[in-house]
């Protein structure tokens, strides 16, 4: 069983589209990133949800837009692409309860790999 | 957010046990330490995290130094899956605010695997 999935898997497109990458988690888990890991390997958070609301914004462009329909779905929504963007983007997920012990071990999905032409 | 050092890259022969050092000097006293791995074309995964006593699970060991200022993973006998880039994150006790959930990955070690 898939723990955290995202879809879909590779995304190629151009620039100055609007493309969305999808995220779930069938962990029962409170908590959902995303993650964005580039050509030269840097994984770095995005965003994180705690219960659909937005807690973390790491001085993202407010070209990419979160959106948490409920506790098992984040999705990541990329308005007017960039070369730039170009990236593998990471869901992750954890019960989160902020102790930075065992519930805050994060599952990551398989990545999305967005390629910008 | 205290930083971690790692070496770039280490290399292993399969069946050999792996030491993978991590200093953190500034680690603060409610800091807890984690390890995380990405095989290649994957996602990181969960390895293992401490915060003061050694710790042992079924995929490694942590060694925890009596000051905190450095751990070492101990992979005891790798397997070419085990090839991969093993982060060393800290992570503080209560992670609230602005801070909640925050996984703040380094380069890591590339860790090659010889059969």
């Known amino acids: 069983d898939t723990a955290v999935s995202q879809t879909p898997k590779y995304l190629v497109t151009q620039m100055g589209n609007d493309k969305s990458i999808k995220c779930e988690q069938n962990l029962g888990h409170d908590t959902m990133y995303w993650y964005k890991q580039d050509s030269k390997k840097f994984l770095k958070i995005m965003f994180s949800y705690n219960n659909k609301e937005l807690i973390i914004n790491e001085t993202v462009p407010n070209r990419f837009s979160p959106k948490s329909p409920d506790k098992a779905h984040l999705n990541l929504h990329i308005n007017s692409l960039e070369l730039g963007d170009s990236a593998v983007y990471f869901c992750?997920?954890?019960?989160?309860?902020?102790?930075?012990?065992?519930?805050?071990?994060?599952?990551f999905g398989p990545g999305t790999r967005l390629t910008v032409l | 957010d205290a930083k971690t050092t790692q070496p770039n890259s280490m290399e292993s022969n399969e069946e050999e046990p792996v030491h993978l050092p991590c200093n953190h000097s500034t680690i603060s006293g409610t800091d807890y330490i984690h390890w995380y791995r990405q095989l290649p074309s994957q996602g990181p995964e969960y390895v293992i995290h401490?915060?003061?006593s050694n710790v042992n699970n079924r995929m490694a060991s942590l060694a925890i130094a009596e000051d905190r200022k450095s751990s070492t993973l101990i992979l005891h006998r790798a397997t070419l899956r085990d090839a991969a880039v093993y982060y060393c994150?800290?992570?503080?006790?209560?992670?609230?605010?602005?801070?909640?959930?925050?996984?703040?990955f380094g380069q890591g070690t590339i860790l090659t695997v010889h059969p």
């Open positions: 992750a997920s954890s019960q989160g309860d902020g102790t930075g012990g065992e519930a805050d071990t994060q599952y």
């Open positions: 994150i800290l992570r503080p006790l209560w992670a609230g605010g602005t801070s909640y959930g925050k996984l703040t």
């Open positions: 401490g915060l003061t």
